[in-house]
């Protein structure tokens, strides 16, 4: 037996829906919303710095910004998880997306269909965990870097660091339904087809840049519903064009979350597709249960 929680399959069918965060569901990254300035760097200055640490070292770009996170503070305050929490409370959101989560899955609710949300990033958990949304249960898991705290609770080292590729393995889990990072035997286990408990084609990934390419295509190849989304005010859609074009994505929308809005639209009908398919999916099943 597992001493890992695992979600067991349902009786309705789950819908799970994973966002990149910044520049996903915030219009910025969220250090540049206060942490950066608060150590004296200018936003575009302290990516530089990160960026270049990284290449001179032959090091992960996550793990160079976590780094200088760290360094930063020192001297400034005490870097600890209240002090992400905080900075993350300060953290905008696009248009919609304070009643966005609730809903979305008011709306599945109203179809036989259970929606959950999961956060994928390369961002700070801390600082995720400090939004409102987070604070108010939208997500069912949060994926994204994170610290590792000495015993008066000073960050001291990277618990967790998510970069691009390595996003693709948190699908697996949340189709598996083994959402504990440290559950690498179940993660690995063979599930059949009906069994599985979120199939990838009830998968949504959405994100906007070339970050969120691997997860995007691993739900695309697998029937699932990958959205590109671009800022509302910008109206700078070059990313989504060539997303579209190199079949990374199914749909674009812009990143205006409010009830009616394109996006709003777009995921209701994603969840009235769910349905349909089910219903097929379970009848194929029963037909191949009765050969064997």
């Not at 979600?7 to 540049?32: G, R």
């Not at 302290?46 to 960026?51: D, E, L, S, V």
């Not at 992960?60 to 930063?72: F, I, P, Q, R, T």
């Not at 179940?186 to 199939?199: L, Q, W």
Request: net charge negative; charged share 30%; aromatic share 12%.
């Amino acid at each position: 037996m597992s001493d890992f929680e695992r979600k067991k399959k349902e009786e309705s069918p789950v819908l799970a829906i994973c966002y990149d965060f910044d520049k996903t569901l915030s219009p910025n990254d969220m250090q540049a919303q206060g942490y950066i300035q608060s150590v004296g760097y200018d936003v575009e200055g302290f990516w530089k710095t990160t960026n270049d640490m990284a290449h001179a070292n032959d090091m992960d770009a996550n793990l160079a910004y976590m780094y200088m996170m760290v360094k930063e503070a020192e001297g400034n305050f005490v870097f600890n998880e209240k002090t992400l929490n905080d900075y993350g409370s300060k953290v905008k959101l696009y248009p919609g997306v304070e009643d966005w989560f609730e809903r979305i899955r008011r709306y599945g609710k109203s179809k036989g269909v259970i929606v959950e949300h999961y956060i994928i990033s390369s961002g700070l958990k801390e600082m995720i965990e400090g939004t409102s949304v987070a604070k108010a249960g939208a997500f069912e898991k949060i994926y994204a870097s994170s610290f590792l705290y000495n015993e008066r609770g000073v960050a001291v080292w990277p618990a967790q660091a998510v970069n691009f590729t390595n996003k693709t393995q948190f699908l697996f889990r949340i189709s598996k339904g083994v959402l504990d990072v440290n559950d690498d035997k179940g993660v690995n286990e063979y599930f059949a087809p009906d069994e599985i408990r979120v199939p990838f084609r009830n998968i949504v990934y959405i994100g906007d840049s070339d970050t969120d390419i691997p997860c995007m295509k691993l739900v695309n190849l697998n029937g699932g519903h990958a959205i590109g989304v671009y800022d509302l005010n910008k109206q700078d859609k070059s990313k989504v064009y060539r997303m579209m074009e190199e079949n990374r994505i199914k749909y674009f929308a812009p990143a205006d979350y409010r009830e009616g809005s394109e996006i709003d639209d777009l995921m209701k009908a994603i969840v009235d597709r769910t349905v349909s398919n089910e219903v097929l999916e379970n009848i194929h099943y029963r037909n191949q249960k009765e050969i064997y």
